[in-house]
């Protein structure tokens, strides 16, 4: 099929590879302007963009499709090259950027498919910009890709397709997104074998959660939230932001983190804990009071500038002292 191609991260990558191995003829790619990143902050071009560049497929990065914005002359270009492509449909995944109605009218003309999208939930659990942070961050046990007919809403389009996964009680965002990320291409791939034999299904309101973009700000770690609900933001927060906290007036990422057993936390009186105090430190990990009477365990920090690392590897260069609390620029009396 003669498809148009609109996506921008690493999740969008996959999904362009796979469809591209499968033979479909890709006849333009729309991914976000190069951003600025890494410690230079030099203009970086999306994975997308890396691999149209390497196969050699036809390219247009505009700021915005919107004909009546500050880019309109940007988006007027886009209009032409998406008309010339003389595309049967449209693959949208992870674009960034809300397309206008014109693109979809665009699309839907006679012989075509319209705009198809690949949704990293189980619609309509997460709508919206971070569905796989969100759905680790809220305690899910399952997600799964969904393959929808676009419509003007966010993520509110018919269903044509979904796969379930299970979410591994120590899954990472990092890990889930990869996951997700190959599911969604070869599920794609598999909608456009015979789209004729796709039948949409209305979604419901019922149960809609909205996964709003990451903010930094959310990376900070509150000590008062059960050990639970800390651990879950350790990894829905991997790879990006990172949670974040402070130890003796260092800042600490924490890339691992586990919940101690109810017999473990009783046996350190963590109940009785100030939220954040450190409660012990050894090979296995920094064991940290936290909310609602419950207790951390720390396994993997990240100094300032430094690589992730086991805490028995921190520890060689760190001694802690008893009375150490976290978020706290002074040792506190241990209880």
Same mark, same amino acid.
């Given at each position: 099929?003669?498809?148009?191609?609109?996506?921008?991260?690493?999740?969008?990558?996959?999904?362009?590879?796979?469809?591209?191995?499968?033979?479909?003829?890709?006849?333009?790619?729309?991914?976000?302007?190069?951003?600025?990143?890494?410690?230079?902050?030099?203009?970086?071009? &999306?994975?997308?963009?890396?691999?149209?560049?390497?196969?050699?497929?036809?390219?247009?990065?505009?700021? &915005?499709?919107?004909?009546?914005?500050?880019?309109?002359?940007?988006?007027?270009?886009?209009?032409?090259?998406? &008309?010339?492509?003389?595309?049967?449909?449209?693959?949208?995944?992870?674009?960034?950027?809300?397309?206008?109605?014109?693109?979809?009218?665009?699309?839907?003309?006679?012989?075509?498919?319209?705009?198809?999208?690949?949704?990293?939930?189980?619609?309509?659990?997460?709508?919206?910009?971070?569905?796989?942070?969100?759905?680790?961050?809220?305690?899910?046990?399952?997600?799964?890709?969904?393959?929808?007919?676009?419509?003007?809403?966010?993520?509110?389009?018919?269903?044509?397709?979904?796969?379930?996964?299970?979410?591994?009680?120590?899954?990472?965002?990092?890990?889930?997104?990869?996951?997700?990320?190959?599911?969604?291409?070869?599920?794609?791939?598999?909608?456009?074998?015979?789209?004729?034999?796709?039948?949409?299904?209305?979604?419901?309101?019922?149960?809609?959660?909205?996964?709003? #973009?990451?903010?930094?700000?959310?990376?900070?770690?509150?000590?008062?939230?059960?050990?639970?609900?800390?651990?879950?933001?350790?990894?829905?927060?991997?790879?990006?932001?990172?949670?974040?906290?402070?130890?003796?007036?260092?800042?600490?990422?924490?890339?691992?983190?586990?919940?101690?057993?109810?017999?473990?936390?009783?046996?350190?009186?963590?109940?009785?804990?100030?939220?954040?105090?450190?409660?012990?430190?050894?090979?296995?990990?920094?064991?940290?009071?936290?909310?609602?009477?419950?207790?951390?365990?720390?396994?993997?920090?990240?100094?300032?500038?430094? #690589?992730?690392?086991?805490?028995?590897?921190?520890?060689?260069?760190?001694?802690?002292?008893?009375?150490?609390?976290?978020? &706290?620029?002074?040792?506190?009396?241990?209880?």
């Amino acid at each position: 099929m003669r498809l148009v191609f609109a996506g921008t991260p690493e999740f969008a990558r996959v999904a362009l590879a796979h469809l591209h191995a499968a033979g479909h003829e890709i006849a333009l790619v729309l991914t976000q302007p190069d951003r600025p990143g890494g410690r230079g902050m030099k203009l970086q071009p &999306s994975a997308v963009k890396q691999f149209a560049q390497a196969q050699h497929l036809a390219l247009a990065q505009p700021a &915005s499709l919107r004909l009546d914005g500050k880019f309109a002359l940007e988006a007027q270009a886009a209009q032409d090259l998406i &008309s010339q492509a003389r595309a049967e449909a449209m693959v949208v995944v992870a674009y960034g950027l809300l397309l206008p109605q014109w693109v979809l009218d665009a699309m839907a003309g006679s012989g075509q498919w319209g705009c198809f999208n690949i949704h990293a939930s189980l619609l309509p659990r997460w709508r919206g910009a971070a569905p796989i942070h969100r759905a680790i961050e809220a305690g899910d046990v399952e997600s799964g890709i969904t393959i929808m007919q676009m419509d003007a809403g966010l993520d509110t389009g018919p269903m044509l397709l979904q796969e379930r996964i299970a979410i591994a009680p120590d899954a990472s965002t990092a890990v889930l997104h990869d996951a997700l990320a190959e599911r969604g291409g070869r599920l794609m791939v598999q909608a456009l074998d015979n789209p004729a034999a796709l039948h949409g299904r209305a979604q419901t309101e019922e149960g809609v959660c909205y996964a709003h #973009k990451i903010d930094k700000a959310e990376a900070t770690m509150d000590w008062q939230q059960p050990a639970e609900q800390i651990a879950r933001k350790v990894r829905a927060f991997d790879p990006f932001p990172g949670a974040s906290t402070r130890l003796a007036g260092e800042a600490l990422k924490v890339w691992g983190a586990q919940v101690l057993a109810p017999e473990e936390t009783m046996a350190l009186a963590a109940g009785q804990a100030r939220p954040g105090l450190l409660l012990g430190s050894g090979p296995q990990g920094l064991l940290v009071a936290a909310g609602a009477g419950t207790c951390l365990r720390i396994t993997h920090v990240q100094r300032p500038g430094g #690589k992730r690392l086991a805490v028995a590897d921190y520890l060689q260069g760190h001694a802690l002292a008893t009375g150490l609390c976290f978020d &706290s620029p002074v040792a506190l009396q241990a209880p």
